[in-house]
């Protein structure tokens, strides 16, 4: 397994932009790809975005398609997600997590390090 450490989480006013970052460590070499989830209350998480790491081939959800960015920095084993044009629904906690196959990319079951999370509010 890979630990996995987010930052970047906040309060923000609608229309507003975030960056969230995933620290990894461990055996990131043995995984396949890293993904974004988020959890808001009284809600099952969903699948956000996800990265893979050898070739930067990018996955989303169609609710944040066109408004997030995931990127990698390979060398500083490192995942951020660019948020930009926050909605209040997008309010949650976010998590970062790491998939060692390459299958079923967007469902959670799949990933078997996450890390804490990082809370993010958008107010309207």
């Known amino acids: 397994q890979v630990q996995l450490v987010e930052s970047g989480g906040g309060l923000v006013q609608a229309g507003g932009s975030l960056r969230l970052s995933c620290a990894a460590s461990?055996?990131?070499?043995?995984?396949?790809?890293m993904g974004w989830f988020r959890q808001a209350p009284g809600k099952e998480r969903e699948f956000v975005a996800a990265?893979?790491?050898?070739?930067?081939?990018?996955y989303y959800a169609d609710s944040v398609k066109g408004r997030f960015t995931i990127s990698r920095d390979n060398v500083k084993n490192r995942v951020y997600l660019e948020m930009n044009s926050l909605k209040p629904e997008d309010t949650a906690i976010y998590y970062c997590?790491?998939?060692?196959?390459?299958?079923?990319?967007?469902?959670?079951?799949?990933?078997?390090?996450w890390g804490q999370g990082t809370q993010v509010t958008v107010s309207s």
């Open positions: 461990g055996r990131t070499y043995s995984y396949y790809a």
């Open positions: 990265i893979v790491w050898s070739s930067g081939i990018t």
């Open positions: 997590a790491a998939n060692p196959t390459n299958w079923n990319i967007k469902k959670s079951a799949e990933y078997d390090s």
